[in-house]
Every structure is written in structure tokens, then in C-alpha cells.
């Protein structure tokens, strides 16, 4: 999960499994899985460094890295 910001200043928690576009539209808009759309002040590289942070968290990325191995 990343906390993120409401243009608003409000603050709230997002699932970065479900993210599937990160846009500058000029406000950074977050797009879920499930098209829900979501306007944040975070910077797309900020969007990118919270997501991989919460990757490497939950182990999603040692994970990807284990099945490339095996798949040689």
C-alpha cells in the first residue's frame, strides 16, 4: 500500500498492485485495474519510487526475479 494525496490535501492509502497508468495531465493521475482514476499531487516519480518501495516490501520483486531464473 502507498499513501497518497488528494488534490484536496487529503491523504489516503492506495493499493499499488492495482495501478495501471500513472499520467501527468498536468495533475498526476493515478488509473486503477478497474478504471477508477485517482488525481494526486505526488510527482509520477514519486508514484514510481513509493510502488517500488512497497514491492520490494511485500517481496513482489524477489518474487519476479526467482521465475526468470527458473525459466532459464
Known amino acids: 500500500m502507498i ?14 498492485l492495482y495501478i495501471e497508468k500513472v499520467q501527468a495531465l498536468p495533475d498526476t493521475t493515478i488509473t486503477l485495474s478497474n478504471g477508477k482514476k485517482y488525481f494526486v499531487s505526488e510527482s509520477i516519480d514519486e508514484i514510481i519510487q513509493r510502488s517500488t518501495d512497497y514491492y520490494k516490501q511485500i517481496g513482489f520483486t524477489d518474487l519476479q526475479a526467482k521465475v526468470v531464473d527458473e525459466d532459464e
Open 3 to 16: 499513501q497518497v494525496t488528494r488534490l484536496n490535501k487529503e491523504e489516503f492509502v492506495l493499493n499499488a
